[in-house]
Every structure is written in structure tokens, then in C-alpha cells.
């Protein structure tokens, strides 16, 4: 009987150690199981949180920038007086060019108003329109000197001030002191509204002018063109040196300690701050070299250099994913190391290439510290007709922008911002299509 119960109270022990091990395992399960879910809560919140200050940022610029592509116009009757364009009747070129279309606009507007009749009304009264009415008045006449002494309705851009007056931009019930456009104005705007004579239409200018002092008149096409030229000279050297580098290095190249010393320089080089480019250029390119600033040649090769590194490791990270087993083949087949190479590794490896260098040209596209340092930050109003012109590139015409101290600016800026946005949109785009389109799986 003893060693029955003796048994019986061992089974017991045992089975309440083995219950306390299992209840200590369940516990640990379950803590783990909470340590899980409270971790994947946490990084479901960053998401959700990064993609809140996305939406908010895109948001703030979007509504800051889409009433920019809409520019407000005053229809005015123009008499295009023969005695202030032409008084000798000669029709010379220099003598149109000359002449005071500003007499022209202020008697258009004088007609609508003719109670302004002192000095300072008379200038407030102009100061409604855009300074750029006289020239597109001077325009028409230069295009076709027959108008002269004819009455045209024209549409000309409002001032600035105007144009945010009708965006809401500035606000009515603030006292005089405190806004940009008195309450004299203010009337004859609403007048001018009675009147139908007051429009909103499609802002062409910003989409085909250059830089301008008044931010009615200014465009971003100047940087546009100054951006796509620079870019032109960036994928002209960065693409065929990068690809290369990254050949003779991941093919061809001998392992000693030469080849590694350049190897950790490239990868030093691609976390290099972008400015220091723009002091390499700024010592070589235009103090040594004397090359011209402002120039898009000049910031092409600056923003060379930068991309460089970027595409040499990119162009090796393509060819470092070829199979060896592409290259044995070919070698098993006859093929030299240069015919294995340029005929079987490199084509597959060029999709990588592509993206990478797609990659690397959007990271240049939106640099503006290394061109900042040659000369490209200067006010440039023609637009450029080659590499060799001045011009300035698109982030830096927001910098221009942004630095600004009239209202209309900002809208400006915002606006510029969104059509950097859209190409790096659309350049980041191909690349992921390039990617996919062409990608092979081993």
C-alpha cells in the first residue's frame, strides 16, 4: 500500500510540474504574442502617420500652387494713338520699339475712370495693371504696324496685387494701412467687375516665359529648358563613364589594394554633401578652366560628377546580379572575357544600369546647393537657346521665388514646385518601369 502511494503522490508532483512548465511556457507565448502585436501596431502607426505628413505637405502645396495657373486679366479698349507710337508717320522699327505704350494704357484706363485726375490716382489707377501691358501692346504694333491709330480690346494681366485681391488672397475687411491695395482701388475694381471687364483665364505666361520682377509676368519655362540642358550633359558623361568604371572594376579589374582604395572612394563619393561638387566646380570648372557661369554646360558637369558615383554602383549592383553561371557558358563556349562580357552580361545587366542612372539623374534634377555655387542663382530673363547661354535650372528658380517678398510669389513657388514634383514623379516612374519591363528573374 505504501508504495502505491507513494506512486500516486510522485504522478501528482510530477504532473503539477509539468502543469507549472507548461502554464510558464503559455505565459511566455502569450508575451511574446502581445510584444508581436504591440510592434506591428507601432509600425502600422509610423506608416500611417508618414503618409499624414505626405498628404498634409502635398495638400499645403497644392492649394498654395494650383490658383497660379489662372491669372487674372482686364479687358481695356487701347487706342493705339498715332501722335505717341508714331508722330512722323515713318513706321520705323526703332521709332515703334521706342515709343510710350505705357501713355496708352493709362489713357485706356482713364476713360473708364475719368474722375482720377491727380497725380497720385492716376498712379494708383495703373498700378492695377501688370507692367507687362505696355510690351504686349508693343508687341502687337512691332507685328503689325497697320493697328496703328486703330482702337483694339485687349486682354491685359492685372498687377499682382489685383490677382490676389480676386484669388482671396487679401482681405477686404482689414483696415487701409494694413493691405497693398487702398480703398480707392478696391472700388474701381469692383466697377471694373460691374462691368464684366475683369477675367480669370489660363496663366500662359508661367508655362512659356522666364524670370520676371513682376510675379504676373514671371515663368518657369527659362528654368525648364536651363534644367532639360543640364540634364542633357549630366546623361551624356555620367552614363557611358558610369557604366564603364563599373565594368572594368566588376569584370576586368585585378582584387589588390589599388582597386579597393577605389572602391571605398566611389562609395565615400556618393555621400558626399552636394555642395562640395559645386566648390569642385566652382575651383575647376570656372576658376581653372574659365568657363562661363550661369552657363548649362557648366552646371551639366558639376552635376556629372555628383551622379557619377551613384551610377558606378548601380551599374555593379546590375552586373553583380547576372548568374555566373551566364558567364561560365559563355567562356565554356568559346567566348572571350571581353565577348562574355559585352555580349552576354552586360545586356542583361542593363535594365539595372537604366534604372539606376534614371535614379540618379531625378537625384540632380532636384539639386540646387552645387549650382548655387557656380552662378546659376542669378536673375535670368531670356530664355536659354543652348548650353552655352546663361540660364537657371528649376530648384533654383524656387529658391529665386521663395525668397520673394511679394505675395504672388508664393503661389508662384508652390506651382514651380509641383511641375519639379510631377518630373520626379515621372522620371522615378520609368525607372520602376524600366525595371519591370525588362527585369529577368534567375
Do not use: C
Request: a positive charge; charged letters at 20%.
Amino acid at each position: 500500500m505504501s508504495n502505491t502511494s507513494n506512486a500516486k503522490r510522485e504522478k501528482g508532483a510530477g504532473s503539477k510540474t509539468a502543469s507549472r512548465a507548461m502554464d510558464k511556457v503559455h505565459a511566455s507565448l502569450r508575451k511574446r504574442y502581445r510584444a508581436e502585436k504591440r510592434f506591428r501596431a507601432y509600425g502600422l502607426i509610423s506608416v500611417v502617420v508618414g503618409i499624414l505628413f505626405l498628404v498634409v505637405l502635398m495638400a499645403s502645396i497644392l492649394a498654395k500652387g494650383y490658383p497660379a495657373f489662372r491669372q487674372t486679366f482686364i479687358t481695356l479698349d487701347v487706342y493705339l494713338d498715332p501722335g505717341v507710337i508714331d508722330p512722323e508717320g515713318s513706321r520705323d522699327a526703332e521709332v515703334l520699339r521706342l515709343a510710350d505704350y505705357n501713355r496708352l494704357v493709362r489713357g485706356s484706363l482713364q476713360i473708364i475712370f475719368p474722375d482720377a485726375s491727380g497725380r497720385t490716382e492716376r498712379r494708383k489707377l495703373v498700378a492695377l495693371v501688370s507692367n507687362g501691358a505696355p510690351f504686349q501692346i508693343q508687341g502687337l504694333v512691332m507685328e503689325d504696324p497697320s493697328l496703328v491709330g486703330q482702337t483694339l480690346t485687349l486682354e491685359v494681366p492685372a498687377s499682382g496685387d489685383l490677382d490676389m485681391l480676386m484669388k482671396g488672397r487679401i482681405d477686404r475687411s482689414l483696415p487701409e494701412s494694413e493691405r497693398r491695395l487702398s480703398d480707392l482701388q478696391i472700388g474701381w475694381v469692383d466697377t471694373l467687375i460691374e462691368q464684366g471687364r475683369i477675367h480669370k483665364r489660363w496663366n500662359k505666361a508661367l508655362m512659356t516665359r522666364g524670370d520676371s520682377r513682376d510675379p504676373e509676368m514671371a515663368g518657369i519655362w527659362g528654368a525648364v529648358k536651363g534644367s532639360f540642358y543640364m540634364l542633357v550633359v549630366t546623361l551624356l558623361l555620367s552614363f557611358p563613364i558610369g557604366v564603364a568604371a563599373a565594368v572594368y572594376l566588376d569584370e576586368f579589374a585585378p582584387r589588390n589594394r589599388w582597386t579597393d582604395l577605389i572602391e571605398i572612394n566611389i562609395n565615400n563619393l556618393a555621400a558626399v554633401p552636394s555642395i562640395v561638387f559645386g566648390l569642385l566646380g566652382l575651383a575647376v570648372f570656372l576658376n581653372f578652366f574659365g568657363m562661363p557661369r550661369s552657363a548649362p554646360l557648366v552646371g551639366g558637369l558639376v552635376l556629372a560628377v555628383m551622379t557619377l558615383p551613384t551610377v558606378i554602383i548601380s551599374s555593379r549592383a546590375a552586373l553583380t546580379s547576372v548568374p555566373p553561371s551566364i558567364r561560365e557558358a559563355a567562356l565554356g563556349m568559346g567566348a572571350s572575357k571581353m565577348q562574355a562580357t559585352f555580349h552576354h552580361v552586360v545586356p542583361l545587366a542593363i535594365p539595372g544600369m537604366l534604372t539606376g542612372t534614371i535614379i540618379g539623374m531625378a537625384r540632380a534634377l532636384g539639386e540646387s546647393a552645387p549650382l548655387l555655387m557656380i552662378g546659376m542663382v542669378a536673375f535670368i530673363v531670356d530664355v536659354p537657346q543652348g548650353f552655352m547661354d546663361p540660364a537657371t535650372a528649376l530648384p533654383v528658380q524656387i529658391y529665386l521665388w521663395a525668397d520673394s517678398p511679394e505675395r504672388a510669389f508664393v503661389e508662384r513657388t508652390s506651382a514651380a514646385i509641383l511641375v519639379l514634383l510631377a518630373f520626379l514623379i515621372a522620371m522615378n516612374a520609368l525607372a520602376i518601369y524600366l525595371r519591370r519591363r525588362f527585369e529577368r528573374r534567375w
